[in-house]
């Protein structure tokens, strides 16, 4: 096709004789359709120079070709200089740089697109209003939605495109009823909705968390008569494995398989991540065997999902084998997947393994905060302080670097700076959280300086930060370790008032100050509290864990 193409318009140079202007339009859209953009352009010039007047649809060949280059102001260009040349700009060419500019997030001069046509005597029609609206769309200009909405209406029904359109931008905005409502529209219309439109109602529910709902829209797709594709099972599985309902993930998995539909990565990147998330290290595994036999390539993110889960479930040395394999296949690590090995590195007891991985990824990145927040956490829980306190860079500092310094500094009992960091943070515009709050009360409580972290514990209250279960239990053992049964016996009564659930640790701390005490029946009492919970109970009466 492109050869008789070429022959043609070589033939058209050599003559001097007219050609119907439709068949060289038709020429130049086979050299579009081929992607021969480039060489469609060079010959309407070379027409265009030699007295011919091309057909619009010639014009509007070219201009689409421009615009899907992103060179939309040479299409603009060009679009003024067609009446010079006895053609007026249509519909189809007003389209075309609307979406040009659509695709470009230049919105504004879209809209001034429209203007023109508006003014000019040119009409717009659906694919006007789609366009816009699919631009609209990208910037998350839902006012200017609401306004030409109004335009169309006066001139158009909605069709399914103008719908699914909406929907799609209300659900990525994250005002998923205002896109059930359009949903809903839609039906009453009976304008039939399609697969784009049920599966953007699904991935805005699943991303939400709100299950139920997206599997009434995948009932009502059925009964529709159309049939999920891979997106739509692929934001299903994700989002029950993201909510822990891995069985039912499991169920749909299968079921996507037996209708044909083939999983790909991302698929089995939620359902390893769902497994590890769970602590079903065998299963997730299961999973990345069942990827490769299905000749699935694990990408960077699979391979990083698969990295990060074995490292926090405890399985460095496998992590480490999965690296390899990752750096066998090409890949390199970006910066968070080093700071989770990293990070893994220190919490099995590596620390010279931790700072090797550190090394590596400063010749490689720039550190972060959150970089540099794990480094100096793992630094701390090393008991080397002073070196974690080299690293804190007040310009990259977060809320998570200011917690982990204070937490270093409660672990080695240097509290003597902990006040100046503290309010050095709330200058920063970091508002000190619980877990800064808990850090700095257990660390007092371990000095047996109750009166100070009693004091705290109302500051947090007062800020309107509550109490949890570390909290709690940090002052019941302060408590406890000094005798103070009653007191400790009564902070532990206000947790359960709270609606905080105690652990088997807690229940452990006020059994051990009992038993120093004697105190049989009370053991015996909170004993009979742990079976009542569904608390394990082992050995003698100073038991209250494993």
């Known amino acids: 096709m492109i050869r008789q193409t070429l022959k043609f318009f070589a033939r058209l140079r050599r003559t001097s004789k007219p050609q119907c202007p439709l068949t060289y339009n038709k020429l130049l859209h086979n050299l579009n359709r081929s992607n021969c953009g480039d060489l469609s352009l060079k010959i309407l010039s070379d027409l265009v120079s030699k007295g011919y007047n091309p057909h619009p649809s010639s014009f509007n060949s070219v201009i689409s070709f421009l615009c899907k280059l992103g060179h939309v102001n040479s299409a603009q260009k060009l679009t003024i200089s067609m009446p010079i040349f006895g053609c007026r700009p249509d519909i189809v060419t007003y389209n075309c740089l609307i979406n040009g500019y659509c695709k470009l997030c230049d919105i504004d001069e879209a809209c001034l697109v429209m203007k023109r046509i508006r003014v000019g005597g040119c009409r717009p ?31 158009f029904e909605p069709n399914v495109i103008s719908y699914s359109t909406l929907i799609d931008m209300f659900c990525k905005m994250g005002d998923l009823d205002l896109g059930y409502r359009v949903y809903g529209d839609m039906v009453k219309d009976k304008v039939s909705p399609n697969l784009f439109a049920f599966t953007c109602l699904i991935d805005g529910y699943c991303k939400a968390g709100n299950l139920e709902v997206a599997f009434e829209l995948l009932e009502g797709m059925k009964k529709s008569l159309v049939l999920p594709n891979l997106v739509t099972y692929s934001a299903l599985i994700d989002g029950l494995c993201k909510n822990g309902k891995l069985e039912r ?237 009653v007191e400790a016996q009564q902070v532990f009564d206000d947790m359960l008032k709270r609606g905080i659930t105690p652990d088997r640790h807690v229940f452990g701390i006020l059994i051990r100050g009992y038993c120093d005490e004697g105190n049989d029946v009370a053991i015996l009492g909170l004993h009979d509290e742990m079976r009542k919970r569904g608390l394990v109970v082992t050995g003698g009466k100073g038991d209250g864990e494993h």
């Open 249 to 485: 993930a499991e169920r749909l998995f299968f079921e996507m398989v037996e209708d044909g539909v083939r999983p790909n990565s991302v698929v089995y990147t939620s359902m390893i991540d769902g497994h590890f998330k769970k602590g079903n290290v065998g299963e997730a595994m299961k999973y990345m065997s069942k990827m490769r036999d299905g000749r699935v390539s694990l990408d960077a993110a699979a391979y990083g999902v698969v990295i990060s889960g074995l490292c926090n479930n405890g399985q460095f040395d496998n992590a480490m084998r999965v690296v390899t394999d990752f750096a066998m296949s090409g890949f390199s690590p970006d910066k968070m997947l080093l700071t989770t090995i990293m990070d893994a590195c220190f919490k099995a007891g590596n620390l010279k393994a931790g700072l090797g991985v550190y090394r590596l990824l400063a010749k490689v990145f720039e550190p972060d905060a959150v970089v540099l927040s794990a480094l100096m956490d793992g630094l701390c829980k090393h008991g080397h302080l002073e070196e974690a306190r080299g690293y804190f860079c007040k310009e990259k500092a977060n809320e998570i670097s200011y917690t982990v310094l204070i937490d270093g500094m409660c672990k080695e009992a240097n509290f003597s700076e902990i006040e100046t960091i503290f309010i050095e943070m709330s200058e920063m515009g970091f508002i000190p959280d619980k877990y800064v709050y808990t850090s700095w009360i257990a660390g007092l409580c371990r000095q047996g300086n109750l009166v100070e972290a009693f004091r705290l514990k109302n500051k947090m209250v007062k800020e309107g930060i509550k109490p949890d279960l570390l909290t709690y239990s940090s002052l019941i053992f302060g408590l406890a370790s000094k005798g103070l049964m």
């Open 125 to 155: 029609d659906l694919v006007t209003f789609n366009t816009l609206f699919s631009g609209f769309c990208k910037v998350k200009m839902r006012k200017h939605v609401f306004v030409y909405m109004g335009l169309m209406w006066k001139c």
